[in-house]
């Protein structure tokens, strides 16, 4: 049971323009979303959250928009780096402290 | 991601044995979390602990593994009698309970 789906397991974008990454939940239950970034032979690295009481949370490059009625949030990076080629997880939990459940990652490599 | 230290970075071990996996939280953290990776899937959580007592272990196979995270030093992932479907990635983050969860570079288990 996939609680947190990304359908698309990867996505090419050119260098400037802007990516854009989705993610489904179906556990209305959830009330935190992250994203985390992830490079080959390392950890996930924590990129930018939202709770669900807001629909739009803004770092730098980084964009996250949420939207419950559909159970989908998605993460907009712009404009798209070279450095931003890396699997991304979105995750979702459900109160604090408890665990984090993870999408299978989206593959984005940004080409020049 | 630096602050959460795993240890070892690579682990090699024959069907069988045992496996030991180390994770010192970051400075001030008392939440501790483990995930394992499968290659080519998505982290699956196993395990939440607080210091000397397990929270949730709704992740974890009901025999041979088990986890701690003792009033003094790192927690502990062990696995006993390893099988080759063993072989993963496993990751630690700890988290102050109330905000993001940070990730360790992760111990990659080969069961040869």
């Known amino acids: 049971d996939q609680q947190v789906k990304q359908n698309s397991p990867s996505l090419s974008v050119q260098e400037g323009r802007i990516s854009i990454l989705n993610c489904d939940y179906t556990n209305s239950m959830f009330d935190y979303f992250l994203w985390y970034k992830k490079y080959p032979a390392e950890g996930p690295t924590f990129l930018i959250s939202i709770s669900s009481i807001k629909d739009k949370n803004e770092d730098g490059r980084f964009t996250v928009f949420l939207n419950k009625s559909a159970k989908h949030l998605s993460l907009h990076i712009v404009p798209s780096q070279p450095g931003d080629s890396a699997v991304y997880f979105c995750a979702a939990r459900t109160g604090t402290a408890s665990k984090l459940t993870f999408g299978t990652g989206t593959r984005l490599q940004v080409t020049l | 991601n630096a602050g959460v230290m795993q240890n070892p970075r690579h682990l090699v071990r024959r069907r069988g044995q045992e496996a030991r996996l180390r994770c010192s939280p970051m400075k001030g953290h008392s939440h501790v979390y483990w995930y394992r990776q499968l290659p080519e899937e998505g982290l699956k959580f196993m395990v939440y602990?607080?210091?000397?007592?397990?929270?949730?272990e709704s992740g974890m196979p009901k025999e041979r593994f088990s986890a701690e995270f003792p009033k003094e030093g790192p927690s502990i992932l062990r696995i006993q009698q390893v099988v080759r479907g063993d072989s993963a990635a496993y990751f630690c983050?700890?988290?102050?309970?109330?905000?993001?969860?940070?990730f360790g570079q992760g111990t990659r288990l080969t069961v040869v």
């Open positions: 602990l607080q210091k000397e007592n397990i929270i949730d």
């Open positions: 983050a700890s988290s102050l309970g109330t905000a993001e969860a940070f």
